[in-house]
């Protein structure tokens, strides 16, 4: 059974920092392109960062230079290190992954974490 579980959300200031984590079971995450995704109240869904499976980043403009994406492969878990935070960086941020599994073509989301910048 594959799961995806997001941790490390929470309120932090504007200028604060959060990691967040996905801990991901039931397949080997280093096989994959792992994605963050946020969704803010009342606007789409909308991809965050990007990393592939031989380690390539890629980012939405909105948050380059500050949100970092990176993976453990022996702990099978993917993060991403938020900077400097602003308020529109309010969301609930969710981890992703879709490929190719033995079983098939699959698309898994974890449940979400709250990131609310406020002061």
């Known amino acids: 059974q594959v799961t995806l579980v997001e941790s490390g959300g929470g309120l932090v200031q504007p200028g604060g920092s959060l990691r967040l984590s996905c801990a991901a079971s039931?397949?080997?995450?280093?096989?994959?392109?792992m994605r963050w995704y946020r969704q803010a109240p009342g606007k789409e869904r909308e991809l965050v960062a990007v990393?592939?499976?031989?380690?390539?980043?890629n980012y939405a403009d909105a948050v380059k230079g500050r949100f970092t994406i990176s993976r453990d492969n022996a702990k099978n878990t993917m993060y991403l290190q938020m900077n400097n935070l602003k308020s529109e960086d309010t969301a609930v941020y969710y981890c992703?992954?879709?490929?190719?599994?033995?079983?098939?073509?699959?698309?898994?989301w974890g449940q979400g974490t709250q990131v609310t910048v406020s002061s």
């Open positions: 039931g397949f080997t995450s280093s096989r994959y392109d």
């Open positions: 990393i592939g499976s031989v380690g390539t980043t």
């Open positions: 992703n992954v879709d490929g190719d599994f033995a079983w098939g073509r699959r698309d898994y």
